[in-house]
């Protein structure tokens, strides 16, 4: 069965500082891959997604990740965060025809 | 475009009692999902339609828990009876061709 693992579950960070949230998933075939946040008081919205083609995804927000295969990873970035991007953070996986299966979320405080 | 609608939004009941949730998609969306959050913790899949077919319900306590979709449109969730571990999220989501899901706002279920 496949399974999402998000390595930090709780990420503070001051205004200005490098984002690097970590995502690795089980399934072996292809995949398609999904960021998704969620800001406070609203709903899932997707930030980004990969299909094929570049392993760097450009996203919304100055948000990016990077799929690597050899690695089962699929890891968001942002050079820059700010206070608006306090959220919580969610990589998805669906292997094609399959349930999307999301990781435990990682909730990322930026101290302003 | 209108995004994917649920209701009630909050709901309170006894345990014991039923309960149903409904979820509108956005239109031309043929997959439509129902996802259980708890606190904490990512969505979790309680069933997938691909239009009017239930296509993965394997995660679904079918002896309390029971989903509809009538005419591949709009779904209701409902669960009878609820006990108190039932309190949580439930999102719907909706997708066209399985590619990235929209989700809906949520109902917050409290039984108490």
């Known amino acids: 069965a496949q399974s999402v693992s998000q390595h930090n579950h709780h990420v503070i960070l001051s205004e200005a500082a490098s984002l690097e949230l970590g995502c690795n998933y089980s399934y072996g075939g292809t995949v398609n891959l999904f960021w998704y946040v969620q800001y406070p008081g609203q709903h899932l919205q997707l930030l980004l997604k990969?299909?094929?083609?570049?392993?760097l995804v450009k996203g919304i927000k100055g948000f990016e990740a990077e799929f690597i295969k050899s690695k089962f990873s699929f890891n968001l970035r942002k050079p820059s965060v700010q206070w608006s991007d306090t959220a919580e953070y969610f990589c998805a996986v669906n292997a094609h025809g399959n349930k999307l299966v999301f990781g435990a979320g990682t909730i990322l405080r930026v101290k302003s | 475009e209108a995004g994917v609608v649920q209701s009630p939004r909050y709901k309170i009941i006894e345990k014991k009692q039923p309960v149903a949730f409904w979820c509108n998609p956005i239109s031309g969306h043929n997959t439509l999902y129902w996802y259980l959050q708890n606190l904490g913790q990512g969505p979790e899949l309680l069933i997938r339609y691909e239009n009017e077919e239930a296509v993965d319900d394997s995660q679904l306590p079918k002896d309390r828990f029971s989903a509809e979709r009538l005419k591949g449109v709009d779904s209701t969730l409902k669960i009878q009876p609820a006990e108190l571990g039932d309190s949580a999220v439930y999102l719907c989501?909706?997708?066209?061709?399985?590619?990235?899901?929209?989700f809906g706002q949520g109902t917050r279920l409290t039984v108490v």
């Open positions: 989501a909706s997708s066209f061709e399985n590619t990235e899901a929209f």
């Open positions: 990969y299909f094929s083609g570049d392993p």
